[in-house]
């Protein structure tokens, strides 16, 4: 600024003067106008005399000069102002640092590069690209899938007990906020499409992405003794299996992500995000650590619901309480079930049903007795027709379980340290512990932070055919509320709908802007004798219709994951494509509607005449087929004609 002022001082008398000369020039070419011939001034306009013409020259190299200096002077400013803004920024990110490195004794100097080395992610300089080298000595080169945590695939994988601080990036270009099903498959497909990408995954639990399904299935039917350790069990097809999508191996540690030559997936455990700034694109945890990221994820699934009598009977009555959805609650429950006499589950939905056949089993080996009551008639109320809830009812009678139907309850108290259940018409129900599974509500914490929209009908998120909520931030799993082109708008809390939502977020991620339309299944067991899949709109409350065969001995999940070669069966069925299904050629019978035995069938569920939803009972590997009927969007005159695309009356 000073050396442009010093130019222009100079500058300026001759600018003045050239401005006189000119003026005079002007005047006396007036007055000899009336003097010279015509022509002469075209001539001296095109040649010019040799003192005018050099005056003129003189006052553009004037200007040129004036104008060159200002130029010169804006492009100082701008550069001044750019390396000021550029300083704050590493002064604020020093500031954020310094409390981290400065409790630590002997690391002091290996984080400050880490830092430097976010901002080139955000802010590109020359500077800072060589100050990663001293961040990591020791390590070799790492690779995106192969460099592992300390540990393998048991639980001690997903605790990560180094301070956050010491290994969280400051920015990091795909952020996914949640450790479920959802977060996973997003990562997965991230790095399917862009192989160098870098993810973080941030969850607030200890444990790495694991498929929860097997909590109330296949982990109460093991006979491992130490499987709530191992988390390892056998699917009804004998195989074993791990709990853990992937072993701790396949990721590596949050503070290799900004050195790693191919990138990789970083899990960020017991960590929970508290705030989320959308328009400065990043996110504060909950010790106050913040994360930029370019792209985010928010796939936080959601937390039990709670009877409202529970909650306001005290903490003695919460204590004896469980709300089953994580690890810790399913080792939690296998403890105290052993410690008891009586358990009570209350809720006749999937959660509830599935807990309380694996619970009646260990009920004949060890004299739990095992209650499960609900609202409804009863079992599965809310979504098999009548007839085949109370089926199912009497199969799990058989299992070991007191069946307690149209049961409201109204009080529960700790008396005498059991719990009496005191229900509306009267009975009293008393036991030693209480699990509480009534229904899942989506966790939307971040969206009054947020600013995101929250569907007031269905719960969750509200984001677009895409999954956005917003340019830069995506929802998947049980936290969307998307619009179906087919069922209208819906929100799905199941393990299929949740890696299909999560893999579409992530493909969108990367840039491929597909819609969601695929119809997401969900399955359920009751033990590995008898099992279901659906798909689409479930609703006892619809018309449904029924067609059932005779049931043999590979109608069963048991043999149905011998076929597939695993348990959940999802992995199988949303890759697969129905095309041109062939119908049975077999004689199909008429229509069941009331009898004793529903050994396998489909049941179909109508809107308009139209097919919205399908059950395929003890049927299975058969739902590419189902999602084509719903898809088609067509009138049946005659499902029995329909049913016979799934070749249920072959031996």
Not at 52 to 69: C, E, I, K
Not at 171 to 198: N, V
Not at 206 to 235: A, C, G, H, I, N
Request: aromatic letters at 6%.
């Amino acid at each position: 600024m000073l050396t442009c002022r010093t130019v222009w001082k100079k500058l300026a008398p001759l600018a003045r003067a050239s401005s006189t000369v000119c003026r005079q020039n002007v005047r006396r070419a007036g007055l000899t106008n009336g003097r010279i011939p015509a022509q002469t001034p075209a001539a001296h306009m095109s040649t010019g005399p040799t003192g005018g013409g050099g005056d003129n020259h003189l006052y553009v190299l004037l200007v040129g000069t004036v104008a060159l200096g200002g130029g010169v002077y804006m492009y100082q400013t701008l550069k001044g102002d750019q390396k000021r803004y550029q300083a704050r920024i590493d002064e604020i990110a020093s500031r954020q640092q310094k409390p981290t490195t400065e409790d630590q004794a002997t690391p002091i100097q290996s984080e400050p590069p880490a830092v430097e080395a976010a901002d080139t992610e955000a802010v590109p300089q020359p500077e800072p690209q060589a100050a990663p080298s001293p961040e990591e000595p020791s390590p070799p080169a790492p690779d995106a899938e192969v460099v592992a945590p300390s540990e393998t695939t048991e639980p001690p994988a997903g605790v990560d007990s180094t301070p956050a601080s010491l290994k969280v990036p400051s920015h990091i270009p795909y952020l996914l906020i949640g450790g479920g099903t959802a977060s996973f498959a997003a990562a997965r497909s991230i790095r399917a499409r862009d192989p160098g990408a870098r993810v973080l995954i941030v969850t607030d639990e200890p444990d790495l992405p694991y498929m929860r399904p097997p909590l109330s299935k296949e982990l109460w039917f093991s006979d491992d003794p130490s499987v709530t350790e191992t988390l390892r069990f056998k699917q009804w097809n004998g195989k074993e299996r791990s709990i853990y999508f992937q072993p701790g191996s396949f990721y590596i540690t949050p503070e290799e992500l900004n050195t790693a030559e191919n990138g990789g997936v970083g899990v960020l455990t017991s960590k929970r995000v508290v705030h989320m700034d959308v328009r400065g694109n990043k996110v504060k945890l909950d010790d106050d650590t913040e994360i930029s990221y370019d792209k985010c994820l928010i796939a936080t699934g959601g937390v039990p619901r709670n009877l409202q009598v529970i909650e306001r009977a005290g903490e003695e009555v919460m204590l004896k309480t469980t709300l089953f959805r994580k690890i810790e609650d399913f080792r939690s429950l296998d403890k105290v079930s052993r410690n008891i006499k009586s358990i009570t589950i209350i809720g006749g939905g999937f959660l509830g049903s599935e807990l309380a056949c694996a619970l009646g089993r260990r009920s004949n080996e060890s004299g739990l007795e095992v209650i499960q009551m609900y609202p409804e008639k009863g079992n599965m109320g809310k979504v098999l027709p009548e007839y085949l809830s109370n089926w199912t009812t009497e199969k799990v009678k058989k299992e070991g379980v007191k069946i307690i139907s149209e049961a409201l309850v109204k009080s529960v108290i700790c008396k005498d340290d059991k719990l009496e259940i005191q229900l509306k018409d009267g009975r009293l129900v008393k036991t030693d512990h209480i699990v509480a599974a009534v229904g899942l509500e989506p966790n939307v914490d971040l969206a009054k932070s947020a600013g995101l929209e929250v569907d007031s009908d269905f719960g969750g998120y509200r984001v677009n055919a895409e999954l956005q909520a917003r340019s830069n931030i995506w929802v998947a799993g049980d936290a969307a509320c998307f619009y179906d082109i087919r069922l209208g708008r819906r929100r799905v809390e199941h393990h299929d709908h949740a890696v299909v939502s999560g893999r579409l977020a992530g493909e969108n991620m990367t840039g491929a802007n597909k819609p969601y339309w695929h119809q997401s299944m969900f399955w359920s067991d009751l033990g590995p004798d008898v099992g279901y899949e659906a798909i689409g709109i479930v609703d006892s409350s619809l018309p449904t219709v029924g067609v059932f065969a005779k049931a043999t001995a590979k109608d069963t999940p048991k043999a149905a994951t011998e076929k597939s070669g695993t348990g959940i069966r999802s992995e199988s069925e949303t890759e697969d494509t129905a095309t041109s299904p062939v119908a049975s050629s077999s004689p199909a019978p008429a229509m069941v509607e009331h009898k004793d035995d529903y050994g396998k069938g489909v049941i179909f569920y109508l809107r308009d005449k139209v097919v919205v939803g399908i059950i395929l009972w003890n049927v299975f590997n058969r739902m590419p087929i189902a999602r084509k009927i719903i898809k088609d969007g067509e009138e049946h005159a005659d499902l029995n004609e329909v049913a016979k695309l799934f070749n249920i009356h072959e031996d």
